[in-house]
């Protein structure tokens, strides 16, 4: 039945492309294309879930797509693809010792307002991290210093090494403006909405927002077009506020769309449908990997709170029914320790082999059994062990129907175990506030991405302290000390001591896999789908052409922001 409406969706998409093809001719752009040139104008959309409420790149939640990466920069962009540093910002770095890291600016560097950038901004910013709220608070904990040597030159000193997270903050947290920043109260900082005439240093720079958009005009004075020898070819972006998935796939068939990350029903036929749609491989499973997608349960709620339930839950759930039935095998069945294909060096085989749970409805039941949860009232599903029943809730966000009928399927298959649950899905921003706040019994999350390192990812997995609200990390409010002095050891690891991390990481995989915090389900595609309709030379995997294509938060300072500099026109019809 899933299938066969998967098909009606994209009968009456094609339906829609075939109505738009008979409007009128000429380069007038359609109410949902706007009064901007089309040809100069990408079309973007499959980040934004609400009205676009601000462009402060601190807010990291919920900043307006491209708020990182066009109007803020980082020191370096990582490219997940070649699993190398990019200087961006930045000309050079080195650690002159164990404790003492120095970063040197390329010359010339500008603000969009035509101020230079110094290692003075470098400072401000790192050190806008004493306020408590800052997302990289926790790190500057453990910096002793900041100073900036010359105009160019910032030096870090450390308390203790860090060189995991400062590996990561310095391309995921981009540099800001001092002459703008300073004086703001924390507040400010954190809450502003900072849509006013914003100053940054990217290729990019506000130009109007409404409920429904986000719009960037090209920024002609970036340093980048003579340092880089970089030109980003769209004069607009146009990022397009989401409804729901199937909304998007009318969208990028009649032409609206450019660029799509959303996940897009029955992507398989489309691309070979002759609708000028394109993916980055040609064949499945179409798209990239980009994060893992958990079950999520809440281990302050009885029975999540008990390992042995988490663990017969783990082995009652068909992720290959999903893989299979929704996804059409476009995505991939995750390894039980969830981490991404481009982190299997760091994967202890024999873990796996003895600890990492597979779907067996037998195993769940025994497990159940053993653990004191049982049937005892006959009505097919397991009592706590006082007695009272096991009743779920899965919150997966409306709209996002991959998602939701994921946890249909999860709730089905939980069933045949004997455990009960009721697959929910409130509005994304409900989701977001349960999730923080801890008010939920499951939900599906993917909120790690494509990092040089796994640190980031167990950090997510087992972070403390556990906090009133968790806004990026450890949102099962999982405490387990042992495991987080592993993390904060896997910390104080060198990037590029594999032994040594392996070592770390070969613990907090048994410990993982043990307890299950986390329910690793499957690899999310990096969801791309691209129109060559107005654009072509896209991403894709023929050689020169390995870039990220999204427009995903955190994407562009991976490597995704050259796309928009590779991108050519493309030929007009006669």
Not at 159 to 173: K, M, R
Not at 253 to 263: A, C, E, K, M, P
Request: aromatic content about 10%; some cysteine.
């Amino acid at each position: 039945m899933r299938q066969r409406k998967r098909f009606l969706t994209i009968l009456v998409a094609a339906g829609l492309l075939a109505a738009a093809c008979t409007g009128a001719e000429g380069d007038g752009a359609s109410s949902s294309t706007g009064s901007y040139p089309r040809n100069e104008t990408l079309f973007t959309s499959g980040t934004q879930w609400g009205p676009p409420s601000n462009a402060n790149p601190f807010r990291q939640n919920d900043y307006a797509t491209g708020t990182v990466g066009l109007l803020y920069e980082t020191l370096f962009l990582y490219d997940p693809l070649t699993d190398k540093f990019e200087p961006w910002l930045a000309d050079s770095e080195k650690w002159v010792d164990d404790k003492t890291y120095e970063v040197t600016l390329r010359d010339g560097l500008t603000w969009s307002d035509g101020k230079p950038i110094t290692a003075d901004d470098v400072a401000f910013t790192i050190n806008l991290g004493k306020m408590k709220t800052v997302p990289y608070n926790p790190l500057f904990g453990s910096i002793e210093s900041v100073t900036a040597v010359d105009d160019r030159t910032t030096k870090v000193t450390f308390e203790e090494p860090h060189y995991q997270q400062w590996a990561n903050w310095v391309y995921f947290n981009p540099i800001v403006p001092k002459h703008v920043w300073e004086g703001k109260s924390e507040k400010d900082v954190m809450q502003g909405a900072n849509f006013d005439k914003p100053v940054g240093s990217g290729p990019y720079v506000v130009e109007t927002h409404d409920q429904d958009r986000m719009v960037w005009k090209k920024n002609d004075k970036w340093w980048g077009k003579d340092a880089l020898g970089m030109d980003m070819k769209p004069n607009y972006i146009i990022d397009i506020v989401n409804t729901s998935n199937e909304a998007a796939l009318g969208q990028v068939l009649q032409g609206d769309i450019d660029l799509s990350n959303n996940f897009l029903p029955g992507i398989a036929s489309l691309v070979k449908g002759g609708y000028k749609l394109q993916t980055y491989f040609k064949d499945a499973p179409y798209m990239l990997a980009a994060n893992t997608t958990w079950l999520i349960p809440n281990t302050t709620k009885a029975p999540m709170n008990d390992a042995a339930f988490r663990r017969a839950l783990a082995y009652s759930i068909d992720t290959d029914k999903i893989v299979n039935s929704v996804y059409s095998n476009i995505v991939e069945k995750a390894n039980p320790t969830g981490l991404l294909p481009i982190w299997d060096k760091y994967i202890d085989k024999g873990t796996v082999d003895e600890l990492g749970p597979t779907f067996d409805t037998g195993q769940a039941k025994t497990l159940l059994s053993q653990a004191g949860y049982r049937d005892t009232n006959g009505d097919g599903f397991v009592e706590n062990k006082d007695g009272s029943p096991v009743t779920l809730k899965l919150a997966t966000p409306s709209g996002w129907t991959d998602w939701n009928e994921a946890a249909r399927v999860i709730a089905d298959s939980a069933k045949a175990a004997g455990i009960q649950i009721t697959s929910e899905t409130p509005a994304a921003e409900v989701v977001q506030d349960q999730r923080e706040s801890g008010q939920f019994d499951l939900i599906l999350n993917n909120d790690r991405q494509m990092d040089n390192t796994p640190w980031r990812y167990y950090e997510y997995v087992f972070g403390l302290p556990v906090l009133e609200k968790q806004t990026t990390i450890n949102y099962g409010r999982y405490e387990n000390q042992q495991a987080w002095d592993l993390v904060t050891q896997l910390d104080a690891t060198k990037v590029d001591d594999l032994a040594g991390m392996n070592a770390v990481t070969k613990q907090l995989q048994q410990i993982q896999l043990t307890d299950e915090p986390v329910i690793p389900l499957w690899y999310n595609g990096l969801w791309s789908q691209y129109s060559n309709s107005v654009w072509t030379n896209w991403p894709s995997d023929a050689e020169g052409a390995q870039v990220l294509p999204t427009m995903w938060h955190g994407y562009l300072q991976r490597g995704a922001i050259k796309m928009l500099a590779e991108l050519k026109p493309a030929p007009q019809e006669k």
